[in-house]
């Protein structure tokens, strides 16, 4: 077995006593070539660096879209970018019909995308305008540690009517995040999170996008009729959202054909992992808040798991025009409010039953016995402040979906994307539809 000059070297300098020339870290770069998980986060050895200067959009970056949500503004003081976060309650309505008393950041929930360029120096103000203290941690960021923004371990909590600054500068790129740090159960539940997203200094090849979107997946439980959701809640998280809009809430993904489209999912929900599934296409799993995945070692998915705490970049070619549903795969995270606590009816036979029950509750009807779809058509009365649990109106009817449910409209002409080109006009022939007596004749079906 032939060995190369570089393994016998450090094989040599190991076997002749002489291991405390290599730290143990140095040999494994050696043998490992790298890419191993053990180069250093902070190369150069500190964790701040010299800022190169701030990134321009439009020119060092295409800015990202944040569906139903906007981006932060900054200024520009002696080269270094600076942002202003005011934390405070914000009246938040998560689709036409359901509103609530939420915790949020610059009158909105969640707080607006930061952006920023690798190598950008950054100094964020936090103002609380909350009844409570509160922190504001920056979620997978190369940073100093005091810069982390924990409450209590790296810095005092910001008090109400207290401003706080952080400054560091951005040392990698990617899809990070922001959140409260401070009674994280409450102030998480009630809100308060954002995406940071960071651009590289230098794209490689194949980075650039047409179309980059940042969604930010979360939960909330808000019984129906309450004005405030449930910050104790453990389980029976009946809201879930996409960048806090509830289907049909939601903004539609418009890009053209033939775009190379980047999503980037947050997940910062209490309790739940989403596996979002994307209609009539694949995607590839490009980048977590650890880093970018090397080529080599992504795959193809329809669907991608972004559990609590992380994020997940995908990027697909957009060549099949139509309107594609994006969404949760857990049923339970497509519906609205009112889905999930009633008794089993399906199936049942109620014709008696409800006949009963009227010569006591006049009007009575129960509700459920072929499962959930009819109620979503129903126009019934619900309590006030509060949403059927699902239904958006489609070119169809009424989808039988809510929650973390959007779509992505793919065009052949488009003029702009700011603008909802309506629903997808098929082609002759490419339509499901109801078969013809002939036709089932012909290909011996029995209906
Ligand atoms: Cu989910």
Not at 47 to 75: H, I, M, R, S, W
């Amino acid at each position: 077995m032939s060995i190369g000059r570089r393994e016998a070297i450090v094989g040599g300098a190991l076997a002749a006593g002489g291991a405390a020339l290599l730290t143990a870290r140095e040999a494994l770069g050696a043998q490992g070539g790298g890419g191993r998980g053990w180069e250093s986060t902070y190369s150069g050895g500190s964790q701040d660096a010299k800022p190169d200067k701030p990134g321009e959009p439009g020119k060092d970056y295409t800015p990202v879209v944040t569906p139903n949500g906007v981006a932060l503004p900054f200024k520009i003081v002696d080269g270094v970018k600076v942002f202003h976060l005011v934390a405070e309650e914000v009246d938040h309505e998560f689709t036409p019909g359901l509103k609530a008393k939420c915790w949020g950041y610059n009158g909105r929930v969640h707080g607006p995308t930061i952006e920023a360029v690798e190598g950008d120096r950054v100094r964020i103000y936090v103002t609380n305008k909350l009844p409570a203290p509160t922190s504001t941690h920056w979620h997978g960021l190369f940073l100093p540690a005091g810069m982390d923004g924990v409450a209590a371990l790296t810095q005092p909590v910001i008090q109400p009517k207290e401003t706080f600054r952080y400054e560091f500068t951005l040392r990698q790129h990617g899809t990070f995040m922001y959140h409260s740090h401070h009674d994280e159960m409450t102030q998480m539940a009630l809100g308060m999170m954002g995406m940071f997203v960071i651009h590289p200094r230098k794209p490689s090849a194949g980075y650039k996008v047409d179309r980059d979107f940042a969604m930010m997946l979360s939960e909330w439980a808000i019984p129906a009729g309450a004005s405030r959701p449930n910050p104790n809640a453990m389980d029976g998280f009946n809201v879930l959202s996409i960048n806090a809009k509830c289907f049909p809430g939601t903004d539609p993904l418009v890009v053209k054909k033939g775009d190379r489209v980047r999503m980037r999912f947050g997940n910062l929900s209490a309790m739940d992992h989403h596996s979002i599934h994307m209609h009539g296409h694949y995607f590839k799993v490009v980048a977590t808040d650890g880093g970018q995945i090397p080529e080599t070692a992504q795959w193809p998915e329809a669907t991608v798991l972004v559990p609590v705490g992380s994020t997940r970049d995908v990027e697909f070619l957009a060549d099949a025009p139509g309107d594609w549903a994006m969404h949760c795969h857990m049923t339970h995270h497509v519906m609205n409010q009112m889905g999930h606590g009633f008794p089993n009816t399906t199936g049942l036979q109620t014709n008696d039953l409800d006949d009963k029950v009227r010569k006591l509750v006049p009007g009575y009807m129960t509700m459920g016995q072929h499962g959930m779809g009819d109620m979503a058509d129903m126009k019934m009365a619900v309590p006030n402040n509060s949403i059927p649990m699902a239904g958006g109106a489609g070119p169809f009817g009424t989808i039988t979906m809510g929650g973390m449910f959007t779509v992505i409209k793919v065009r052949e002409d488009l003029k702009t994307y700011d603008k909802d080109p309506g629903w997808y006009k098929h082609p002759p022939g490419t339509l499901a539809r109801l078969a013809t007596a002939d036709e089932l004749t012909k290909d011996g079906i029995k209906s």
